[in-house]
């Protein structure tokens, strides 16, 4: 599997690229701005197939729209998050004076959802806390997760926006993620790379969890 990165949008996005080697289909994960991928994609000589959602906040959002209309993509979201696509008032665009290109879903993201998109074998794990609707896409065969905001390098999602639990949270982070077995690489919606491993065993948001018994 290939992975380019991609900074977008007004936050910061990080915007996952993915395919096979030789391959020239790709799948997008949180495309925030259509234009900047659009041009990626035509430099790498990609075209995207599968738009995929790790959850519906306008950040990781606002490029959606348009990239499927360009390339005739597959969109994935949950269905909890499904409403953000085509409601501000649900994605949180408005908070920031904002709006985003309304669309609809092709395939619903829901828990344990397996599937195929550019020539790579995905399978939707459910991780509700950040959001709803939040899911992380486990790629198996490479050992990768692709955890939006629900994970991060020595840090978690926010938990104190519409819709989002920090009991939830945890739950999805410990009985979800830190249970799979062996050890993947964490591509995560904002900040760098990290590794299962290393969050199990340094990640101070769960620490501090664990101490006030959350």
Same mark, same amino acid.
């Given at each position: 599997m290939v992975i380019? !990165? %991609?900074?977008?949008? *007004? +936050? @910061?996005?990080? !915007? #996952?690229?993915?395919?096979?080697? @030789?391959?020239?289909?790709?799948?997008?994960?949180? *495309?925030? &701005?259509?234009d900047i991928v659009i041009r990626s994609l035509s430099d790498m000589g990609l075209s995207c197939t599968h738009i995929l959602l790790t959850h519906g906040h306008f950040d990781h959002i606002m490029g959606v729209s348009r990239l499927?209309?360009? #390339?005739?993509?597959?969109? %994935?979201i949950h269905p909890d998050d499904a409403p953000a696509l085509y409601e501000d008032t649900f994605n949180l665009s408005y908070a920031m004076g904002l709006s985003v290109e309304h669309c609809s879903a092709d395939l619903l993201a829901e828990d344990g959802f397996e599937f195929e998109a550019a020539g790579l074998s995905f399978?939707?794990?459910h991780t509700p806390g950040h959001s709803k609707g939040s899911v992380c896409y486990l790629v198996k065969d490479?050992?990768?997760?692709?955890?939006?905001?629900?994970?991060?390098?020595?840090?978690? /999602?926010?938990?104190? +926006? *519409? /819709?989002?639990d920090s009991f939830v949270l945890y739950d999805s982070i410990v009985l979800k993620?830190?249970? %799979? @077995?062996? @050890? #993947? &690489?964490? #591509? *995560? /919606?904002?900040? /760098?790379?990290?590794? %299962?491993?290393?969050?199990?065993?340094?990640?101070p948001f769960i620490k501090h969890w664990k101490q006030n018994e959350w």
């Open positions: 380019h !990165t %991609l900074q977008t949008g *007004p +936050l @910061d996005v990080n !915007t #996952y690229i993915v395919h096979t080697k @030789d391959g020239t289909d790709c799948a997008v994960i949180d *495309p925030a &701005d259509a499927k209309k360009h #390339y005739g993509s597959k969109v %994935l399978t939707v794990i490479e050992h990768a997760i692709f955890s939006g905001d629900t994970l991060f390098r020595l840090s978690a /999602g926010r938990s104190d +926006l *519409p /819709g989002s993620l830190f249970a %799979l @077995d062996g @050890d #993947y &690489d964490v #591509y *995560p /919606g904002h900040m /760098g790379k990290t590794t %299962l491993e290393f969050e199990r065993k340094r990640n």
